[in-house]
């Protein structure tokens, strides 16, 4: 229990239930599930009836209108989506003999027989006047869109009762999606020497390692085009996902090359564990005190002012249901049908995002990934709201709705509808449809109500997108409301969280370097970018103006050195004085304040690294003032 380093699985985090925060457990619930019989049968309206088509209500809801966020980068939904992935990623039943996916649908995009379903499809009927896939001359109408139930587990007490839905991922923000969420996956992912992640290279330049199998893990016609492997398998899912997981293995590898230089004298299995660690603790920070104040507009003081944010061991930082399968999926709204590339002098070439799912070709040409990612901290995203581009409520992943398979998602995991879930967020319970309009646009109300026969038959995922944003926030009263209380168990129920003082801490100095990353800092450092605003999730401005990488914040890695490689202060010193002379441009005005605060920092390494020396005592703060 006293290891330095998280294990891969995410087990023994906690001191006394070694269990909470695995992968492979169950998700927790906030309310009891609404399953139809009790136990596993999706949820059906209060009548009861069946509920309107997944389908349906996304036709009838959403529109595919083009309207940007003047304020917001396609970074901010591409971190959304690879947040989302390292908390959570949920397993679909496949076939017990050939563990081949389930078939729901014929290949014509019809209803099987109903001999011929399997007990674990639940597909999507689509209407034959549907105005996508309707018929017309050049094929028939399609009737059924795939959905294939999920693995359940145990409940997490060892009782009877209703299924739960498993998590394949840890439930912490570790990075298992980089590196993995099992030890046999992380091992196949490091190289054997230095402490490295393994790459690929090609054109000249490094890249995620290959895939053996790509057309098992991607769309792509043959084995010999490019599919990367990664810790999770989603990477491929689209270039920005893919564009982030490259960024960090570079990190990663940066790291541990750094640290090598730093401290000869460590292994393979050092560097690798210390630049993991600190790769999680980049990930953490950049997570909760740059992406969540540009998604809820109030910093992370804020937003938990009246919380512990302390490590708690009667925390459970398990991911609740809610938070995994709706609250999360506003991110789907937030891409755009265009993939701006974007080159060293600002030239624009766009790729349609349809064309690009799971295959990752556009990242493997010359300069193709930088480009990318160029355009991804540049590039506006689509407001949050019931807008949604075609290429994701008609061709995502080859001819699926996401809207769609959010609701359906939603209904196979037994959440009880909005309503419940506004009631627990602090809005008052509505019993009828008008009731919805103090958080939901009066337009929108009118629509629900057509749609559903009862206002607590809404969908989580629905209601949820349907209401009118907070002020300066992407997100409505119950989506804040949900992502706030998730996130809060996440933090505070994971004793490696990069802030607390437990088991694998950081040192004050450590600490300080790490509150120094940014996503702009690791564009710069591997991404081969020379300019770029400090804050890449919100788009250039005034306040917030395109500068030099030179005047981006880093991360000294010099605070990872061990004591017997570090020079003496007299160097250190000198070499400080130099890099802040170079700095503003070979004046030999020497910056009064920045010396204090040198000498500040040395005074209390000078005290960390003495404690326990007989007469040395802890200087009070107002000798360092």
Sequence with gaps: MSSKYRTFDGSCNNPVRSSWGQALTGFKRLLHPRYADGIEEPRKSVLPKPLPSARVVSMQLTDNVDKPDDKKTIALAAWSQFLHHDLVHIPVRKTIHTNQPIRCCDVSGYNLAPRHVHPNCMPISVPRDDPIFKEDKNRNAITCMEYTRPVTTFRGDCTFGAAEQMNQATHFLDGSHIYGSNSR??????????????????????????????????????????????????????????????????????????????????????????????VVAELQHITYKQWLPALTGKSFDEMYDSYDTGYNSDIDPTVTNSFATAAFHFVNTLFDQDIELVDAVNNVVAERLRDNYFKPELITVKGGLEKLLRGMVTQKSQNSDLNYDDDLRHHWLGGLDVLAIDIQRGRDHGLPGYVQYRTLCGLPHATDFQQLSDVIPQQTVDKLSKLYDRAVDIDLVVGMMAETPLPGSLLGTTATCLIKEQLWRTRSGDRYFYTHSEAGSFSKRQLAELRRSSLAALLCDNAGVQRVQRDVFNTPSDSNPVVSCEEIKRVNLEAWQNPSQQPDILTRTNNWLKNKVASAGNTTKTNISGIKALSQRTCMRKYERGRGEKGLVRPPVAALG
Excluded: Q
Aim: aromatic share 6%; proline share 4%.
């Design 185 to 278: 996956d992380a091992a196949a992912l490091r190289e054997k020497t230095g402490g490295l992640l393994k790459t690929s290279t090609i054109e000249n330049e490094e890249h995620l390692p290959l895939a053996t199998s790509p057309t098992d893990k991607c769309l792509v016609e043959s084995d010999k085009e490019a599919c990367f492997n990664t810790g999770d398998i989603r990477s491929n899912m689209h270039p920005w996902l893919t564009g982030l997981h490259s960024l960090w293995v570079r990190e990663h590898n940066r790291i541990a090359r750094t640290l090598a230089n730093l401290n000869p004298d460590w292994n393979s299995d050092r560097l690798y564990h210390e630049a993991r660690r600190i």
